[in-house]
């Protein structure tokens, strides 16, 4: 299974100069937020597969105009292929607003999936915009990840912790791809391929 991985920036590759014989090998897409909605449209349109997002901290306009054609998995276990890919959008709270967190509202937020996880046996695919706390995440308050991530990864062991947020333009060097124990993690910025 390719799955397209999506985040932080729209890829002129895709929005400005699309082929399709580029993608007709892609089984699954998924957004890791702060995308238009009118570009995941756009996308869901042109690779007839599933396109699966959950919201950036800039993502409100979702709320008014949600892409179409894409399901958001937002603390939801969606299951493709016999792949169960768990859904934990938004990023560390900075400011005022929605799809922010404090650490505590996000360990709420995982610990009401415990049964949704427990009937599915675990999950294959962590899918977040914020990174974990110390994995491709940076020392600013906006850019920081989540203890609970971490937590959560030792916990189930997932093949692949997918996030978005950090953006690998900002001109540090973070890496695109690292391991946490046996897990898999991938910063999706712009695009990204993944084959399980």
Partial sequence: MKILLLSDEESKSIWDFFRKEDYEDIDLVISCGDLKPEYLSFVATMIPVPLLYVHGNHDDKYDSKPPEGCTCIEDQIFEFQGVRILGLGGCLRYKPGKNQYTEQQMQRRISKMFWKIRRKKGFD??????????????????HRGFKAFIDLIEKYHPKYFVHGHVHMNYGRQFPREDMLGDTRVI??????????
């Fill in 125 to 142: 695919i962590l899918v977040t915009h914020a990174p974990a706390q110390g994995i491709h995440d940076a020392e600013d308050l906006c």
């Fill in 187 to 196: 910063n999706a910025f712009e695009k990204y391929i993944i084959e399980i």
